[in-house]
């Protein structure tokens, strides 16, 4: 089965939202799907930052849904979009 990184931007509902407790949240609920390849803040108005990860992950039907669908359900999140999914290729020789 091919792997595939997915982009992912979380929003949090408000400035008041500690990043921190969020970055803990969400990444136990991506560790039932795949693992983080990479994190970052980004800087979004008006002080209210996003974290986008970058998730590695099984390509299977469905996709991303379950994962957005269980990180929106955490009471912190206001909205959860995938920008980008990436098939990773594996070249062995």
């Known amino acids: ?20 407790e969020l970055d803990r949240n969400a990444e136990n609920v991506i560790i039932k799907y795949g693992k983080v390849y990479k994190k970052k803040i980004q800087p979004i108005a008006f002080g209210i930052n996003a974290l986008v990860y970058e998730v590695l992950m099984e390509e299977k039907a469905g996709g991303t849904e379950a994962l957005e669908t269980e990180i929106k359900d955490i009471p912190e999140v206001s909205d ?8 990773i290729v594996d070249v062995t020789f």
């Open 80 to 87: 959860v979009q995938v920008t980008d999914v990436t098939r």
């Open 1 to 20: 089965m091919a792997k595939v990184v997915a982009t992912m931007k979380v929003m949090p509902t408000g400035t008041d939202v500690s990043l921190e």
